[in-house]
């Protein structure tokens, strides 16, 4: 009897890796397909419960990313180390092509309003929050990365997509991240 349940908790195991595996990820054929030349993405737009960023010119929908998240998503950052992804209206601060994650762009958390409330509980408010590709060396994972969260709080894209973003985003583009 002991063996047969140690079979199905086996069993039971292999199938969450593999519907783990297999979760389709949505976008894919969006994904195939770059941005005209020209565009100048002026505004993102981050609906977290979709695990989705959205890229506008103006007000034009130009692309829709699947991305990945901070591995505690739920709610908004208010603290170093709580691995939550931020929610309000930021900007696309800095650019940085020689990142430990392919390439990156900053987002200007944490504002005002962030470090005054982490500062009122005595804590730091973090910082370093980005929008980036895979870890540098684990790039033949490819949009795998993208099955599950695994930042510290950032916005994780796949290395193509982070070069395309780098390329369109302008600088000081405003980033709304939603619940």
Partial sequence: MKKFVL???????????????WKPISSLENAALPLPENAQ?????VLKSERKMLAYENNQLLKSYDIALGFNPIGHKQFEGDGKTPEGIYRINERNPNSAYHKNLGISYPNQQDKDYAQS?????????????????????????????????????????IDELFRHVIHNAEIEIRP
């Fill in 121 to 161: 509980q005595g804590k730091s408010a973090g910082g370093l929050i980005k929008i980036h590709g895979i870890k540098n060396g684990l790039g033949a994972i490819g949009r795998n990365h993208l099955r599950s969260d695994w930042t510290h709080g950032c916005i994780a894209v796949t290395n193509e997509e």
């Fill in 7 to 21: 079979f199905l908790m086996g069993l039971t195991g292999l199938a969450g890796v593999i519907f783990w595996w």
């Fill in 41 to 45: 993405i002026t505004r993102l737009l």
